[in-house]
């Protein structure tokens, strides 16, 4: 379930942080609206690895589209294998 609080809670912050848990943020809210979101480091490390991965898969496919894809042979032979 998501768990959504105003950011005025935050004057009891210990409480706020014994509410996140990993793959369940707590999310905070001004006005009524979503401005700020609490995670574990361990979860914002995962993110950010996720995101290096994709930005580096998606280089590698523009690579392969505009000089073209190798053969398995090949990246063995370069490899070594």
């Known amino acids: 379930m998501t768990n959504i609080k ?3 809670d935050l004057r009891n912050y210990t409480e706020v942080l ?7 943020p707590v999310y905070l809210t001004r006005n009524g609206r979503g401005e700020y979101a609490i995670i574990k ?3 914002l490390d995962k993110l950010k ?6 930005t580096k898969l998606e280089e590698g ?3 392969a589209r505009e000089e073209g894809w190798l053969e398995a042979d090949n990246v063995e032979a370069i490899l070594g294998l």
């Open 18 to 24: 014994k509410e996140v848990r990993e793959n369940s």
């Open 6 to 8: 105003p950011i005025s």
């Open 41 to 43: 480091l361990d979860e």
């Open 61 to 63: 496919d523009n690579s």
């Open 49 to 54: 690895a996720i995101i290096k991965l994709l």
